[in-house]
């Protein structure tokens, strides 16, 4: 079925201009989605990491209040705690339990 006339003119032909704005536009979005999706896995390790950091330094206060265990919060400790988080903290008190200076 062909379209009437007047119809057929008034669409506006696709020049170049357009065609290669649409195709840069497209390239943003591809763009933007590939950027997205990197920032929200980076942003996903980054909070695990900081949530497990402090989760650490937490557990050390309570088992140091609540056992008496005497470990004081230096940099030396507060360091390995601060990368490794709940792990670190378990093997000072472990450490600790087991007659290391700390």
Known sequence: MALPLPLLLALPSLGPGIV???IVIGLIAVVLFIVMKVAKVFLKIVFGIIINSVLGVMLLFILNYVFKLGIVL???LFVPIAIFGLPATGTIVLLKM????I
């Open 74 to 76: 230096t940099w030396a």
């Open 20 to 22: 290669s704005e649409l």
């Open 98 to 101: 087991l007659g290391a200076a």
